[in-house]
């Protein structure tokens, strides 16, 4: 089994692949209101050529895959191409990150084409705060979604809350009470600088201060061993949870030394680091006729070009161009 390792001896199994910069939502920090300009159809990647890019980056060692996007479940087709990342040979983990919108419609279908694995983005529980945030009276369809999601049995359902000081911060308690209530596993996300999202330091949220008010109300939190599998957040359980609460850092304690992760945008750029602007593109050389060992070159090439962390102190980390929603968040 081939492995992926970059010169900082990080092993990089992790695909985060974007399927579309198209969203359905427009969440303020992420996206404006009149929406960002769009890639024209022909350049996105079809499902053929994602597909080789999979079969290709997990010949040399990817093994997870998460798509995501833009929101992926508004792509055509995206059941289909689910199908066939689960079939692809050395993938052994496939997810998906999404709004929620149309999560009722399509967990049972995703299931059954074996995705196990689901991460719903929401930042409040009150649907009139969420259409001001997202800009989109959806609150209702997305809970939907996500009861959708249990019943039909994925395990785990993440949520993944960014926290924003005078926006959803006291919700915190709230969210962490989810986790009693039902096998959720929450993710509070700190705010981060990418693109042009009006970031202000004074509106982050740090991690250590949301495990503070978690554990005021609910008590000492009960750490969890990681698993094979786990992303970057430090997971914790309420005690007597049916569920867990999680904690990613990314600029309090940035874990740039254990990032095993690349992306590949909707447009088939290479990216090794959320915050890097240096891309490599993919697409021309699959448009071009290139073999499969010369994406593998291409993929080995951007590897060797990965930057060891953006960030010298969590708080001074340096901004990205391209914004979360045509990077893949
Ligand atoms: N549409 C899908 C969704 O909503 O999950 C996938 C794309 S969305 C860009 C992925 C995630 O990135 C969402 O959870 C969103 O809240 C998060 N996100 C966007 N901008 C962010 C930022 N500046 N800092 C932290 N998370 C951010």
Redesign the pocket.
Same mark, same amino acid.
């Given at each position: 089994m081939k492995l992926l390792v970059d010169q900082y001896n990080r092993e990089v199994n992790y695909l985060r692949l974007?399927v579309t910069d198209r969203?359905n939502?427009r969440?303020r920090?992420?996206?404006p209101e009149e929406g960002i300009e769009l890639l024209p159809q022909r350049e996105i990647l079809t499902f053929e050529e994602i597909l080789r890019v999979v079969k290709v980056f997990a010949s040399q060692g990817i093994r997870k895959v998460r798509l995501?996007?833009?929101?992926?479940?508004v792509r055509r087709g995206i059941v289909e191409l689910v199908r066939d990342i689960v079939a692809t040979q050395g993938v052994m983990d496939v997810s998906l990150?999404? #709004?929620?919108v149309l999560l009722a419609e399509y967990a049972r279908p995703l299931k059954e084409a074996g995705l196990r694995r689901i #991460?719903?983005?929401?930042?409040t529980l009150r649907p009139e705060r969420f259409a001001h945030i997202t800009r989109r009276d959806r609150f209702g369809q997305v809970w939907e979604g996500i009861e959708e999601a249990l019943r039909v049995g994925f395990a785990p359902v993440k949520l993944?809350?960014?926290a924003l000081r005078g926006f959803n911060d006291d919700e915190i308690e709230d969210f962490a009470r989810l986790s009693l209530q039902y096998p959720l596993h929450i993710r509070f996300?700190?705010? !981060?600088?990418?693109?042009e #999202?009006n970031?202000r330091k004074e509106d982050v949220l740090r991690c250590d201060e949301i495990k503070g008010r978690v554990e005021a109300a609910f008590g000492e939190l009960v750490p969890l061993p990681r698993g094979d599998m786990d992303g970057p957040a430090r997971r914790f359980r309420i005690r007597g949870s049916k569920g867990e609460v999680g904690f990613i850092s990314?600029l309090t304690a940035h874990f740039c030394s254990s990032c095993n992760r690349l992306r590949v945008t909707a447009d088939g750029k290479i990216r090794t680091c959320l915050f890097s602007d240096d891309e490599m593109d993919l697409k021309g050389l699959l448009r071009s006729g290139a073999s499969d060992d010369a994406l593998a070159g291409a993929l080995r090439e951007a590897l060797a070009r990965k930057p060891e962390g953006p960030c010298r102190d969590g708080f001074r980390m340096r901004k990205c161009q391209r914004? !979360?929603?045509t990077?893949?968040?």
């Open positions: 974007s969203c939502l969440c920090y992420c996206r995501t996007g833009g929101e992926p479940l990150t999404t #709004n929620g #991460n719903v983005s929401l930042d993944n809350v960014v996300i700190e705010f !981060m600088p990418v693109g #999202n970031w990314p914004g !979360m929603a990077i893949g968040g």
